[in-house]
Protein backbone atom coordinates (compact mmCIF):
# COMPACT_ATOMS: atom_id res chain seq x y z
CA UNK A 1 0.00 0.00 0.00
CA UNK A 2 1.10 3.54 -0.82
CA UNK A 3 2.16 5.24 2.41
CA UNK A 4 4.24 7.36 5.12
CA UNK A 5 6.64 6.46 6.92
CA UNK A 6 8.36 7.28 9.49
CA UNK A 7 11.65 6.22 11.14
CA UNK A 8 12.33 5.62 13.97
CA UNK A 9 9.07 5.22 15.90
CA UNK A 10 10.66 6.58 19.38
CA UNK A 11 13.69 8.41 19.47
CA UNK A 12 15.26 9.52 22.81
CA UNK A 13 18.16 11.88 22.50
CA UNK A 14 20.16 13.47 25.17
CA UNK A 15 19.78 17.76 25.75
CA UNK A 16 21.53 19.43 22.71
CA UNK A 17 22.49 16.28 20.48
CA UNK A 18 21.61 16.50 17.46
CA UNK A 19 19.09 14.21 15.85
CA UNK A 20 17.25 13.44 13.07
CA UNK A 21 13.94 12.10 12.18
CA UNK A 22 13.32 10.93 8.85
CA UNK A 23 10.10 10.31 6.34
CA UNK A 24 9.65 8.50 3.10
CA UNK A 25 6.39 8.14 1.11
CA UNK A 26 5.64 5.88 -1.87
CA UNK A 27 2.73 8.11 -3.16
CA UNK A 28 4.68 10.73 -5.26
CA UNK A 29 3.40 13.81 -3.98
CA UNK A 30 4.99 16.72 -4.20
CA UNK A 31 4.10 18.39 -1.33
CA UNK A 32 5.75 17.03 2.28
CA UNK A 33 5.34 18.97 5.29
CA UNK A 34 6.97 18.46 9.02
CA UNK A 35 4.30 19.10 12.31
CA UNK A 36 5.19 18.84 15.88
CA UNK A 37 2.45 17.51 17.76
CA UNK A 38 2.47 18.10 21.86
CA UNK A 39 0.60 16.02 24.42
CA UNK A 40 -3.13 16.85 24.07
CA UNK A 41 -2.64 19.64 21.58
CA UNK A 42 -2.93 20.05 17.71
CA UNK A 43 -0.62 19.79 15.21
CA UNK A 44 1.93 22.64 14.87
CA UNK A 45 3.33 23.01 11.23
CA UNK A 46 6.72 23.89 11.44
CA UNK A 47 7.80 24.02 8.03
CA UNK A 48 6.65 22.34 4.27
CA UNK A 49 8.47 21.77 0.70
CA UNK A 50 6.90 22.49 -2.43
CA UNK A 51 8.77 19.62 -4.70
CA UNK A 52 12.11 21.36 -3.97
CA UNK A 53 10.84 24.93 -2.37
CA UNK A 54 10.98 25.15 1.24
CA UNK A 55 8.54 26.92 3.34
CA UNK A 56 9.28 27.83 6.81
CA UNK A 57 7.01 28.97 9.70
CA UNK A 58 7.49 32.54 11.07
CA UNK A 59 7.81 30.55 14.29
CA UNK A 60 9.62 27.94 14.22
CA UNK A 61 12.86 27.73 15.72
CA UNK A 62 16.18 27.90 13.93
CA UNK A 63 17.16 24.79 15.82
CA UNK A 64 14.88 23.19 13.49
CA UNK A 65 16.09 22.36 9.95
CA UNK A 66 14.94 19.93 7.03
CA UNK A 67 16.31 18.49 3.93
CA UNK A 68 14.70 16.88 0.98
CA UNK A 69 17.00 14.95 -1.19
CA UNK A 70 14.53 13.42 -3.09
CA UNK A 71 10.60 13.35 -3.86
CA UNK A 72 10.36 10.53 -1.73
CA UNK A 73 12.63 11.73 1.37
CA UNK A 74 12.16 14.01 3.92
CA UNK A 75 14.39 14.68 7.15
CA UNK A 76 14.07 16.98 10.17
CA UNK A 77 17.00 17.92 12.11
CA UNK A 78 16.80 19.51 15.48
CA UNK A 79 20.27 20.90 16.25
CA UNK A 80 20.55 21.35 20.37
CA UNK A 81 17.51 19.74 21.43
CA UNK A 82 16.06 21.20 24.40
CA UNK A 83 13.36 19.84 26.69
CA UNK A 84 10.61 21.80 25.49
CA UNK A 85 11.23 19.84 21.66
CA UNK A 86 10.15 16.36 23.78
CA UNK A 87 7.05 15.67 21.34
CA UNK A 88 5.43 13.93 18.74
CA UNK A 89 6.74 14.52 15.09
CA UNK A 90 4.52 13.98 12.03
CA UNK A 91 5.42 14.10 8.65
CA UNK A 92 2.73 14.37 6.03
CA UNK A 93 2.48 14.56 2.06
CA UNK A 94 -0.30 15.97 0.05
CA UNK A 95 -0.65 15.87 -3.94
CA UNK A 96 0.16 19.49 -5.24
CA UNK A 97 -3.08 20.89 -7.16
CA UNK A 98 -3.54 24.55 -7.96
CA UNK A 99 -5.53 25.76 -5.19
CA UNK A 100 -3.32 23.41 -2.66
CA UNK A 101 -6.69 21.58 -1.70
CA UNK A 102 -6.01 18.31 -0.98
CA UNK A 103 -6.52 16.09 2.46
CA UNK A 104 -2.93 15.41 4.29
CA UNK A 105 -1.53 11.62 4.51
CA UNK A 106 0.17 11.50 7.65
CA UNK A 107 2.66 8.94 9.10
CA UNK A 108 2.29 7.51 12.76
CA UNK A 109 5.03 9.94 13.89
CA UNK A 110 8.18 9.90 15.87
CA UNK A 111 8.00 10.05 19.79
CA UNK A 112 10.92 11.99 20.43
CA UNK A 113 12.07 12.41 24.22
CA UNK A 114 14.92 14.61 25.57
CA UNK A 115 16.87 13.18 28.76
CA UNK B 1 -24.35 12.66 23.06
CA UNK B 2 -23.02 16.38 21.34
CA UNK B 3 -19.96 18.38 21.81
CA UNK B 4 -20.03 21.65 22.06
CA UNK B 5 -16.89 21.99 20.33
CA UNK B 6 -13.25 23.43 21.67
CA UNK B 7 -14.67 23.77 25.24
CA UNK B 8 -16.09 20.43 25.73
CA UNK B 9 -12.95 18.75 25.13
CA UNK B 10 -14.08 14.89 25.85
CA UNK B 11 -17.06 13.43 24.36
CA UNK B 12 -19.00 10.12 25.57
CA UNK B 13 -20.62 8.36 23.40
CA UNK B 14 -22.81 4.60 23.99
CA UNK B 15 -21.92 2.15 21.41
CA UNK B 16 -24.55 2.24 18.45
CA UNK B 17 -25.33 6.03 19.09
CA UNK B 18 -24.95 8.59 16.51
CA UNK B 19 -22.06 10.93 17.64
CA UNK B 20 -21.91 14.79 17.05
CA UNK B 21 -18.45 16.77 17.13
CA UNK B 22 -18.12 20.24 16.17
CA UNK B 23 -15.98 23.09 15.58
CA UNK B 24 -16.27 26.31 15.08
CA UNK B 25 -13.30 27.91 12.65
CA UNK B 26 -11.75 31.16 12.83
CA UNK B 27 -11.53 32.75 8.78
CA UNK B 28 -14.97 33.58 6.97
CA UNK B 29 -12.45 33.18 3.64
CA UNK B 30 -11.86 29.45 4.73
CA UNK B 31 -13.18 27.68 1.86
CA UNK B 32 -11.85 23.76 2.22
CA UNK B 33 -12.41 21.67 5.52
CA UNK B 34 -11.40 18.05 6.32
CA UNK B 35 -11.84 16.07 9.48
CA UNK B 36 -9.05 13.54 10.54
CA UNK B 37 -9.51 11.20 12.99
CA UNK B 38 -6.43 10.09 15.34
CA UNK B 39 -5.87 7.14 17.51
CA UNK B 40 -3.40 6.74 20.16
CA UNK B 41 -0.13 6.22 18.99
CA UNK B 42 -0.66 7.35 14.97
CA UNK B 43 -0.28 9.68 12.92
CA UNK B 44 -3.81 11.35 12.17
CA UNK B 45 -5.92 9.58 9.11
CA UNK B 46 -8.71 11.56 6.71
CA UNK B 47 -12.25 10.85 7.10
CA UNK B 48 -14.21 13.57 5.08
CA UNK B 49 -13.77 16.65 3.78
CA UNK B 50 -15.63 19.44 2.15
CA UNK B 51 -15.68 22.58 -0.30
CA UNK B 52 -17.49 25.72 0.82
CA UNK B 53 -19.63 25.44 -2.53
CA UNK B 54 -21.56 22.67 -0.28
CA UNK B 55 -23.02 22.44 2.93
CA UNK B 56 -23.41 18.84 3.42
CA UNK B 57 -21.25 16.00 2.58
CA UNK B 58 -21.83 11.96 3.27
CA UNK B 59 -19.30 8.90 3.35
CA UNK B 60 -19.64 5.50 5.39
CA UNK B 61 -21.07 6.26 8.26
CA UNK B 62 -20.31 9.71 8.43
CA UNK B 63 -21.75 13.00 7.45
CA UNK B 64 -19.92 16.42 7.57
CA UNK B 65 -22.11 19.72 7.80
CA UNK B 66 -21.03 23.45 6.46
CA UNK B 67 -22.66 26.52 8.16
CA UNK B 68 -20.78 29.40 6.61
CA UNK B 69 -22.88 31.90 7.98
CA UNK B 70 -21.83 31.50 11.45
CA UNK B 71 -18.54 29.52 10.54
CA UNK B 72 -19.59 26.04 12.05
CA UNK B 73 -18.98 22.49 11.15
CA UNK B 74 -19.78 19.55 12.40
CA UNK B 75 -18.82 15.42 12.33
CA UNK B 76 -21.75 13.00 12.20
CA UNK B 77 -21.06 9.50 13.00
CA UNK B 78 -23.37 7.17 13.04
CA UNK B 79 -23.79 4.02 14.99
CA UNK B 80 -20.57 4.74 17.23
CA UNK B 81 -18.51 1.96 17.55
CA UNK B 82 -15.75 1.31 20.10
CA UNK B 83 -13.11 1.38 17.00
CA UNK B 84 -14.59 5.53 16.84
CA UNK B 85 -12.76 6.01 19.91
CA UNK B 86 -9.72 8.48 19.08
CA UNK B 87 -9.33 12.33 18.93
CA UNK B 88 -11.04 13.98 16.19
CA UNK B 89 -9.69 17.56 14.61
CA UNK B 90 -10.97 19.90 12.27
CA UNK B 91 -8.94 21.57 9.52
CA UNK B 92 -9.84 24.58 7.67
CA UNK B 93 -7.41 25.79 5.09
CA UNK B 94 -5.66 29.31 5.61
CA UNK B 95 -6.79 31.74 2.78
CA UNK B 96 -3.98 32.99 0.52
CA UNK B 97 -1.26 30.58 2.04
CA UNK B 98 -1.05 27.28 -0.46
CA UNK B 99 -1.74 24.10 0.56
CA UNK B 100 -1.38 25.03 4.47
CA UNK B 101 -4.31 24.70 7.01
CA UNK B 102 -5.25 25.66 10.50
CA UNK B 103 -5.83 22.56 12.85
CA UNK B 104 -8.66 22.92 15.68
CA UNK B 105 -8.41 22.02 19.22
CA UNK B 106 -9.43 18.36 19.08
CA UNK B 107 -12.66 16.31 20.44
CA UNK B 108 -11.79 13.26 22.22
CA UNK B 109 -14.66 10.49 21.53
CA UNK B 110 -14.91 8.04 24.09
CA UNK B 111 -17.26 5.09 23.23
CA UNK B 112 -18.86 3.20 25.99
CA UNK B 113 -20.65 0.00 25.70
Known amino acids: DAMVIQNPRYQVTQFGKPVTLSCSQT?????MYWYQQKSSQAPKLLFH???????NEADTPDNFQSRRPNTSFCFLDIRSPGLGDAAMYLC??????????????FGDGTRLSIL | GESVGLHLPTLSVQEGDNSIINCAYS??????FIWYKQESGKGPQFIID?????DKRQGQRVTVLLNKTVKHLSLQIAATQPGDSAVYFC????????????FGAGTQVVVTP
Open chain 1, 92 to 105: ATSSGTTDGNQPQH
Open chain 1, 27 to 31: LNHNV
Open chain 1, 49 to 55: YYDKDFN
Open chain 2, 27 to 32: NSASDY
Open chain 2, 50 to 54: IRSNM
Open chain 2, 91 to 102: AENIADSWGKFQ
